[in-house]
Protein backbone atom coordinates (compact mmCIF):
# COMPACT_ATOMS: atom_id res chain seq x y z
CA UNK A 1 0.00 0.00 0.00
CA UNK A 2 2.92 2.12 0.44
CA UNK A 3 4.25 2.27 -2.82
CA UNK A 4 0.69 2.84 -4.41
CA UNK A 5 0.22 5.89 -2.00
CA UNK A 6 3.87 7.34 -2.84
CA UNK A 7 2.72 6.58 -6.71
CA UNK A 8 -0.04 8.46 -6.34
CA UNK A 9 1.85 11.27 -4.20
CA UNK A 10 5.01 11.86 -6.69
CA UNK A 11 2.67 11.78 -9.50
CA UNK A 12 0.74 15.08 -8.11
CA UNK A 13 3.84 16.91 -6.93
CA UNK A 14 4.37 16.28 -10.59
CA UNK A 15 0.99 17.90 -11.55
CA UNK A 16 1.86 20.63 -9.35
CA UNK A 17 5.10 22.08 -10.79
CA UNK A 18 3.62 21.56 -14.31
CA UNK A 19 0.89 23.66 -13.12
CA UNK A 20 3.10 26.59 -12.30
CA UNK A 21 5.15 25.63 -15.71
CA UNK A 22 3.33 28.68 -17.68
CA UNK A 23 3.97 31.23 -14.89
CA UNK A 24 7.63 31.11 -15.34
CA UNK A 25 7.63 30.87 -18.76
CA UNK A 26 9.28 27.12 -19.26
CA UNK A 27 10.14 25.26 -22.11
CA UNK A 28 8.22 22.04 -21.55
CA UNK A 29 10.64 20.65 -24.61
CA UNK A 30 13.81 21.76 -22.65
CA UNK A 31 12.60 20.98 -18.77
CA UNK A 32 11.22 17.38 -19.72
CA UNK A 33 14.67 16.43 -21.45
CA UNK A 34 16.12 17.91 -18.33
CA UNK A 35 13.80 16.09 -16.29
CA UNK A 36 14.89 12.64 -17.72
CA UNK A 37 18.80 13.12 -17.51
CA UNK A 38 17.85 14.09 -13.53
CA UNK A 39 16.21 10.95 -13.21
CA UNK A 40 19.04 9.25 -14.29
CA UNK A 41 21.28 10.78 -11.53
CA UNK A 42 18.79 10.34 -9.37
CA UNK A 43 18.53 6.36 -10.13
CA UNK A 44 21.95 6.23 -9.86
CA UNK A 45 22.30 7.90 -6.75
CA UNK A 46 19.47 5.90 -5.54
CA UNK A 47 20.82 2.50 -6.21
CA UNK A 48 24.53 3.49 -5.20
CA UNK A 49 26.56 3.04 -8.48
CA UNK A 50 26.03 3.66 -12.01
CA UNK A 51 24.54 0.81 -13.73
CA UNK A 52 25.73 0.97 -17.25
CA UNK A 53 27.94 -2.00 -18.18
CA UNK A 54 28.40 -4.29 -21.58
CA UNK A 55 26.92 -7.10 -18.95
CA UNK A 56 23.16 -5.41 -18.78
CA UNK A 57 23.33 -5.08 -22.67
CA UNK A 58 22.69 -9.10 -22.74
CA UNK A 59 20.17 -8.46 -19.98
CA UNK A 60 16.50 -9.73 -21.22
CA UNK A 61 15.04 -6.50 -20.00
CA UNK A 62 17.42 -4.27 -22.12
CA UNK A 63 15.69 -4.14 -25.32
CA UNK A 64 12.50 -3.71 -23.42
CA UNK A 65 13.74 -0.40 -21.69
CA UNK A 66 15.10 0.77 -25.12
CA UNK A 67 11.24 0.44 -26.40
CA UNK A 68 10.25 2.01 -23.02
CA UNK A 69 12.28 4.87 -23.40
CA UNK A 70 10.98 6.16 -26.54
CA UNK A 71 7.38 5.25 -25.51
CA UNK A 72 8.29 7.76 -22.80
CA UNK A 73 9.37 10.48 -24.22
CA UNK A 74 6.66 10.06 -27.35
CA UNK A 75 4.08 10.21 -24.52
CA UNK A 76 5.34 13.08 -22.39
CA UNK A 77 5.61 15.10 -25.64
CA UNK A 78 2.10 13.84 -26.94
CA UNK A 79 1.11 15.11 -23.74
CA UNK A 80 1.96 18.76 -24.07
CA UNK A 81 1.10 18.76 -27.82
CA UNK A 82 -2.12 17.68 -26.90
CA UNK A 83 -2.88 19.73 -24.64
CA UNK A 84 -1.53 23.03 -26.56
CA UNK A 85 -3.54 22.16 -29.64
CA UNK A 86 -7.01 20.66 -27.38
CA UNK A 87 -6.70 21.55 -24.35
CA UNK A 88 -5.92 20.25 -20.96
CA UNK A 89 -9.18 18.90 -20.03
CA UNK A 90 -9.80 16.99 -22.64
CA UNK A 91 -5.79 15.86 -22.86
CA UNK A 92 -5.96 14.52 -18.89
CA UNK A 93 -9.19 12.73 -19.60
CA UNK A 94 -7.71 11.04 -22.94
CA UNK A 95 -4.91 9.95 -20.60
CA UNK A 96 -6.64 8.69 -17.50
CA UNK A 97 -9.07 6.79 -19.06
CA UNK A 98 -6.50 4.47 -20.67
CA UNK A 99 -6.81 2.48 -18.04
CA UNK A 100 -8.91 0.44 -19.40
CA UNK A 101 -6.59 -1.13 -21.87
CA UNK A 102 -4.18 -2.46 -19.61
CA UNK A 103 -6.95 -3.92 -17.28
CA UNK A 104 -8.02 -5.54 -20.29
CA UNK A 105 -3.99 -6.56 -21.39
CA UNK A 106 -4.27 -7.96 -17.55
CA UNK A 107 -7.18 -10.08 -17.65
CA UNK A 108 -6.32 -11.42 -21.42
CA UNK A 109 -2.69 -12.06 -20.32
CA UNK A 110 -2.28 -12.87 -16.65
CA UNK A 111 -5.89 -14.57 -16.25
CA UNK A 112 -6.78 -12.16 -13.34
CA UNK A 113 -10.31 -12.22 -12.08
CA UNK A 114 -12.69 -9.78 -12.30
CA UNK A 115 -16.00 -9.65 -9.98
CA UNK A 116 -19.09 -7.80 -10.32
CA UNK A 117 -17.36 -4.61 -8.15
CA UNK A 118 -14.12 -4.48 -9.81
CA UNK A 119 -15.96 -4.48 -13.15
CA UNK A 120 -18.65 -2.01 -11.64
CA UNK A 121 -16.09 -0.06 -10.49
CA UNK A 122 -13.86 0.50 -13.81
CA UNK A 123 -16.95 1.14 -15.28
CA UNK A 124 -17.93 4.22 -13.13
CA UNK A 125 -14.16 5.62 -13.35
CA UNK A 126 -15.08 6.67 -16.88
CA UNK A 127 -17.99 9.20 -16.08
CA UNK A 128 -15.66 9.66 -12.48
CA UNK A 129 -12.84 10.81 -14.80
CA UNK A 130 -14.96 12.85 -16.77
CA UNK A 131 -17.01 14.92 -14.41
CA UNK A 132 -13.96 15.82 -12.14
CA UNK A 133 -11.70 17.03 -15.31
CA UNK A 134 -14.21 18.47 -17.52
CA UNK A 135 -14.70 22.60 -17.75
CA UNK A 136 -17.05 24.54 -19.67
CA UNK A 137 -15.98 24.79 -23.04
CA UNK A 138 -16.41 28.52 -23.83
CA UNK A 139 -15.22 29.02 -27.14
CA UNK A 140 -17.55 26.48 -28.90
CA UNK A 141 -15.03 25.12 -31.81
CA UNK A 142 -15.50 21.88 -32.58
CA UNK A 143 -12.67 19.65 -31.30
CA UNK A 144 -10.64 17.45 -33.45
CA UNK A 145 -10.17 14.38 -31.56
CA UNK A 146 -7.19 12.79 -33.42
CA UNK A 147 -4.68 13.28 -31.48
CA UNK A 148 -6.50 12.79 -28.36
CA UNK A 149 -7.23 8.77 -29.38
CA UNK A 150 -3.89 8.83 -30.15
CA UNK A 151 -3.08 9.66 -26.39
CA UNK A 152 -5.86 7.02 -25.28
CA UNK A 153 -4.19 4.43 -27.37
CA UNK A 154 0.10 4.93 -26.38
CA UNK A 155 -1.20 5.61 -22.82
CA UNK A 156 -2.44 2.97 -22.12
CA UNK A 157 -0.40 0.15 -24.11
CA UNK A 158 2.77 2.40 -22.24
CA UNK A 159 0.82 1.33 -18.77
CA UNK A 160 0.07 -2.41 -20.22
CA UNK A 161 4.26 -2.21 -21.02
CA UNK A 162 5.28 -1.56 -17.66
CA UNK A 163 3.01 -4.35 -16.73
CA UNK A 164 4.12 -6.82 -19.09
CA UNK A 165 7.81 -6.18 -18.44
CA UNK A 166 7.93 -5.98 -14.60
CA UNK A 167 5.97 -9.10 -14.58
CA UNK A 168 8.23 -11.41 -16.78
CA UNK A 169 11.67 -9.49 -16.27
CA UNK A 170 12.15 -7.38 -13.09
CA UNK A 171 11.89 -10.16 -10.05
CA UNK A 172 14.23 -7.97 -7.66
CA UNK A 173 13.83 -4.61 -6.59
CA UNK A 174 17.60 -3.97 -7.91
CA UNK A 175 16.30 -4.83 -11.44
CA UNK A 176 13.76 -2.90 -10.95
CA UNK A 177 15.60 0.36 -10.06
CA UNK A 178 18.49 -0.09 -12.82
CA UNK A 179 15.54 -0.73 -15.33
CA UNK A 180 13.83 2.45 -14.19
CA UNK A 181 17.84 4.15 -15.21
CA UNK A 182 17.98 2.46 -18.33
CA UNK A 183 14.17 3.96 -19.50
CA UNK A 184 15.28 7.55 -18.77
CA UNK A 185 18.33 7.38 -19.88
CA UNK A 186 17.11 6.09 -23.77
CA UNK A 187 13.91 8.76 -23.67
CA UNK A 188 17.01 11.34 -22.03
CA UNK A 189 19.31 10.75 -25.13
CA UNK A 190 16.89 10.81 -27.67
CA UNK A 191 15.72 14.48 -25.86
CA UNK A 192 19.09 15.92 -26.05
CA UNK A 193 19.56 15.12 -29.92
CA UNK A 194 16.34 16.66 -30.47
CA UNK A 195 16.76 19.71 -28.51
CA UNK A 196 20.50 19.87 -29.94
CA UNK A 197 19.00 19.93 -33.55
CA UNK A 198 16.69 22.41 -32.67
CA UNK A 199 18.97 24.78 -30.73
CA UNK A 200 21.56 24.33 -34.13
CA UNK A 201 18.82 25.39 -36.40
CA UNK A 202 17.84 28.20 -34.30
CA UNK A 203 14.31 27.32 -33.51
CA UNK A 204 14.96 27.04 -29.57
CA UNK A 205 16.55 29.45 -26.99
CA UNK A 206 18.19 27.52 -24.27
CA UNK A 207 17.48 29.44 -20.93
CA UNK A 208 18.53 27.91 -17.41
CA UNK A 209 15.27 27.90 -15.76
CA UNK A 210 14.64 25.16 -18.41
CA UNK A 211 16.83 23.28 -16.18
CA UNK A 212 16.03 24.21 -13.21
CA UNK A 213 12.53 22.90 -13.66
CA UNK A 214 13.57 20.01 -14.88
CA UNK A 215 15.56 19.16 -12.31
CA UNK A 216 12.27 19.90 -10.18
CA UNK A 217 10.78 17.36 -12.09
CA UNK A 218 12.65 14.80 -12.42
CA UNK A 219 13.59 13.68 -9.10
CA UNK A 220 9.99 12.87 -8.03
CA UNK A 221 9.71 11.18 -11.64
CA UNK A 222 12.12 8.68 -11.52
CA UNK A 223 10.68 7.48 -8.16
CA UNK A 224 6.87 7.93 -9.78
CA UNK A 225 7.97 5.66 -12.16
CA UNK A 226 9.79 3.16 -9.33
CA UNK A 227 7.33 3.04 -6.88
CA UNK A 228 4.56 2.37 -9.86
CA UNK A 229 6.68 -1.18 -10.66
CA UNK A 230 7.50 -1.82 -6.78
CA UNK A 231 3.26 -1.21 -6.50
CA UNK A 232 2.75 -4.15 -9.44
CA UNK A 233 5.26 -6.36 -8.24
CA UNK A 234 3.98 -5.95 -4.41
CA UNK A 235 0.80 -8.34 -4.97
CA UNK A 236 -1.56 -5.89 -2.70
CA UNK A 237 -4.00 -5.82 -5.62
CA UNK A 238 -3.75 -7.32 -9.17
CA UNK A 239 -2.22 -5.21 -11.79
CA UNK A 240 -6.09 -5.04 -13.16
CA UNK A 241 -6.72 -3.46 -10.33
CA UNK A 242 -3.70 -1.06 -9.39
CA UNK A 243 -3.52 0.78 -12.81
CA UNK A 244 -7.08 2.16 -12.78
CA UNK A 245 -6.80 2.72 -8.63
CA UNK A 246 -3.61 4.96 -9.33
CA UNK A 247 -5.12 6.76 -12.30
CA UNK A 248 -8.01 7.42 -10.39
CA UNK A 249 -6.40 8.21 -7.77
CA UNK A 250 -4.22 10.71 -9.64
CA UNK A 251 -7.31 12.08 -10.87
CA UNK A 252 -8.55 12.85 -7.26
CA UNK A 253 -5.93 13.77 -5.29
CA UNK A 254 -4.84 16.50 -8.58
CA UNK A 255 -8.20 17.76 -8.54
CA UNK A 256 -7.83 18.51 -4.40
CA UNK A 257 -4.46 19.72 -4.68
CA UNK A 258 -5.89 22.36 -7.60
CA UNK A 259 -8.82 23.32 -5.91
CA UNK A 260 -7.34 23.80 -2.27
CA UNK A 261 -3.55 24.92 -3.79
CA UNK A 262 -4.30 26.89 -6.93
CA UNK A 263 -7.99 27.88 -6.25
CA UNK A 264 -9.33 26.45 -9.11
CA UNK A 265 -13.54 27.00 -9.10
CA UNK A 266 -15.36 23.70 -7.78
CA UNK A 267 -19.02 22.85 -9.10
CA UNK A 268 -21.77 20.44 -8.44
CA UNK A 269 -20.61 18.35 -11.67
CA UNK A 270 -16.51 18.17 -9.96
CA UNK A 271 -17.73 17.55 -6.94
CA UNK A 272 -19.89 14.31 -8.27
CA UNK A 273 -16.93 13.42 -10.37
CA UNK A 274 -14.66 13.06 -7.10
CA UNK A 275 -17.26 11.34 -5.22
CA UNK A 276 -17.74 8.84 -7.92
CA UNK A 277 -13.57 8.49 -8.03
CA UNK A 278 -13.71 7.38 -4.50
CA UNK A 279 -16.19 4.90 -4.81
CA UNK A 280 -14.89 3.55 -8.19
CA UNK A 281 -11.51 3.26 -5.92
CA UNK A 282 -12.85 1.13 -3.63
CA UNK A 283 -15.26 -1.35 -5.94
CA UNK A 284 -12.26 -1.78 -7.61
CA UNK A 285 -9.79 -2.23 -5.12
CA UNK A 286 -12.43 -4.41 -2.36
CA UNK A 287 -15.05 -5.04 -4.17
CA UNK A 288 -14.63 -8.60 -4.92
CA UNK A 289 -12.93 -9.32 -1.69
Not at 55 to 71: D, I
Not at 160 to 175: E, G, P, Y
Not at 265 to 272: D, E, P, Q, W
Amino acid sequence: MFYLLATILLNVILYAIFKVFPRYKIDALQAIVANYCTCVITGCIFIGYVPFNAGNLHASWFPWSLLMGVAFISVFNLIAYSTKIDGITTTTIANKLSLVIPVIFSMLLYHELAGIGKIAGILLAFPAIYLTTRVKNTDNKPQNLSWPIVLFILSGLLDALVKFVQFHFLTSADVQAVYAVYCFAVAGCIGMLLVASLLLLKKMTFHWRNMVAGICVGIPNYFSIYFLIRTLNSNSLQSSAAIPVVNIGIVVASSLTAIVFFREKVNALRITGLVLSIIAILLIAFGDR
